[in-house]
């Protein structure tokens, strides 16, 4: 239950954090964007905090590796296939 409650929080403020860059798009005066921009922010970071202290340190660390760009082009297999040299000596 309390997986699926920061799972959803952090995708909450990934849609807050989103929708506060189509703002001034919605919006036309300058007093009104700078609030609802304000708010989405700080919304957003509530909600993304909120989020991980709920999830823990151990899926904190899991979804940090998988934003880690050296793990990027790392394969999950832990045994490295031996490679063969297919060029044949003086035959």
Same mark, same amino acid.
């Given at each position: 239950?309390? %997986?699926?409650?920061?799972? +959803?929080?952090?995708?909450?403020? !990934?849609?807050?954090?989103? +929708? !506060?860059?189509?703002? $001034? =798009?919605?919006?036309?005066?300058?007093?009104?964007?700078?609030?609802?921009? !304000?708010?989405?922010?700080? =919304?957003?970071?509530?909600? =993304?905090?909120?989020?991980?202290?709920?999830?823990?340190?151990? @899926? !904190?660390?899991?979804?940090? +590796?998988?934003?880690? $760009? %050296?793990?990027?082009?790392?394969?999950?297999? $832990?045994?490295? $296939?031996?490679? @063969?040299?297919?060029?044949?000596?003086?035959?």
């Amino acid at each position: 239950m309390s %997986k699926k409650l920061g799972i +959803s929080s952090l995708i909450l403020s !990934a849609i807050a954090l989103i +929708s !506060a860059l189509t703002i $001034p =798009f919605i919006v036309h005066t300058g007093g009104d964007m700078a609030k609802w921009i !304000a708010g989405l922010l700080i =919304f957003s970071e509530v909600t =993304f905090w909120t989020g991980g202290i709920v999830l823990g340190k151990e @899926v !904190a660390k899991k979804y940090r +590796s998988y934003l880690n $760009p %050296k793990n990027w082009k790392r394969k999950n297999d $832990p045994v490295q $296939p031996v490679q @063969v040299s297919t060029k044949q000596d003086d035959v």
